[in-house]
């Protein structure tokens, strides 16, 4: 495969290189605290016992999430931390990104219900992908968000 054809990685935590683990706080730094604005506590003791699903292209990580097992985040699985570069919007790298998280939190974790924590902007996002909202809307960091399940 060659550098210009886009690909995912899945790794644990403790499989992580250095250089991945930095590409992805850089990237969630860009995003959810300069581009959003949001000052919060991004390392939030989650992230060593989730799967980090990576999309890059051109060596550089595009679009990325993490998988959190059952029970972590919610009593389901979960989808947590979705994002993509902002250089890299409008070329349906996000949808990519979620269609195989949606596989790979099956191949992890069984077959079940997937909750997410959704900025409300993304509501028919990720409807397109089968969730349904639940719940009230709620602010977190300052963002509205709402809880979705598949």
């Known amino acids: 495969m060659n550098a210009e054809t886009p690909f995912f990685t899945l790794k644990s935590f403790n499989d992580l290189t250095p250089g991945e683990l930095y ?40 679009a990325y999430c993490r998988l959190l097992p059952p029970g972590l985040m919610y009593e389901e699985m979960s989808i947590g931390r979705v994002v993509s570069s902002p250089g890299s919007r409008g070329i349906s790298a996000g949808k990519q990104l979620i269609a195989e998280a949606i596989d790979c939190c099956h191949q992890l974790f069984g077959k079940g219900p997937i909750r997410i924590g959704a900025q409300c902007y993304l509501i028919n996002f990720y409807a397109g992908f089968g969730f349904k909202t639940e719940g009230a809307v709620y602010l977190e960091d300052g963002i509205e968000h709402i809880e979705m399940v598949k």
């Open 23 to 62: 590409s992805i706080l850089r990237l969630r730094n860009e995003v959810f605290v300069v581009e959003q604005n949001c000052v919060f506590q991004d390392a939030d003791n989650k992230d060593q016992d989730s799967h980090h699903l990576m999309y890059w292209k051109n060596h550089a990580l595009i």
